[in-house]
């Protein structure tokens, strides 16, 4: 069966400083893999995705970045935090012949 | 621009009563819909999903309604839960044929 990891589960960071968060699937293969942002009280909105190793597509410009240096991997990533950047980091992966997500237990980050 | 919104932000129901999750869509060309759960500091579930072919799609105690139409589609909860209480995300094929979420509704079940 195929599962997905993020880490870490928390997060309390300062204002500019990095971030890295990673996210794993197992018991797939070329997965597409998804970044969220869940803000407090909202819906889901869409970072970034990708569809195969080194393939980036971001849907929102901001001061974040994504890679995926392997099939089953991507990190999401920041050089300077913003308090706005706090939030519910959710990754998700699907299959290229599926529309149905698989979300991971997501990481929350706070900026102080 | 095309989006997906939920037309209450809370639902409060008696736990035994059904539920009716309600969502307005804007893309007409959008094949393809998801309910999804959230439950407090996890990520979203999959309940059930609905192709635009179909009007109705029942799974254990929940059934999803499709009126293409007026663009609407619901979810209804039979025999409400505790463990239901959540909250509840619509979401549909957008145009570059990802995922588009809702805003999300809480539901509280009131013992």
């Given at each position: 069966s195929q599962t997905i990891h993020q880490w870490?589960?928390?997060?309390?960071?300062?204002?500019?400083?990095?971030?890295?968060?990673?996210?794993?699937?197992?018991?797939?293969?070329?997965?597409?893999?998804?970044?969220?942002r869940q803000a407090a009280g909202r819906g889901l909105q869409l970072l970034f995705y990708s569809v195969g190793i080194g393939q980036i597509s971001s849907e929102v410009p901001q001061n974040l970045s994504a890679s995926r240096p392997q099939d089953r991997q991507f990190i999401l990533s920041s050089k300077k935090l913003l308090l706005s950047d706090s939030g519910f980091y959710l990754?998700?992966?699907?299959?290229?012949?599926?529309?149905?997500?698989?979300?991971?237990?997501?990481?929350?980050?706070?900026?102080? | 621009g095309e989006s997906v919104g939920l037309h209450l932000p809370t639902l409060s129901v008696q736990e035994g009563d059904n539920s009716i999750i309600n969502c307005a869509y804007s893309n007409s060309a959008s094949d393809y819909f998801i309910w999804y759960k959230?439950?407090?500091?996890?990520?979203?579930?999959?309940?059930?999903?609905?192709?635009?072919?179909?009007?109705?799609?029942?799974?254990?105690?929940?059934?999803?309604?499709?009126n293409k139409?007026?663009?609407?589609?619901?979810?209804?909860?039979?025999?409400?839960?505790?463990?239901d209480s959540a909250v509840y995300f619509c979401a549909e094929t957008g145009a570059n044929s990802k995922l588009t979420f809702g805003k999300g509704i809480t539901l509280s079940v009131r013992p």
């Open positions: 870490p589960a928390t997060l309390v960071q300062p204002v500019g400083s990095p971030l890295s968060l990673e996210c794993t699937v197992e018991g797939t293969s070329n997965p597409n893999l998804y970044w969220y990754c998700a992966w699907d299959r290229t012949s599926s529309y149905e997500q698989y979300f991971g237990p997501g990481t929350r980050l706070t900026v102080t | 959230q439950e407090s500091g996890k990520g979203p579930q999959f309940i059930i999903d609905i192709r635009s072919n179909m009007d109705k799609r029942q799974g254990q105690r929940v059934t999803v309604l499709l139409t007026v663009k609407h589609l619901s979810l209804q909860i039979a025999a409400t839960q505790p463990g």
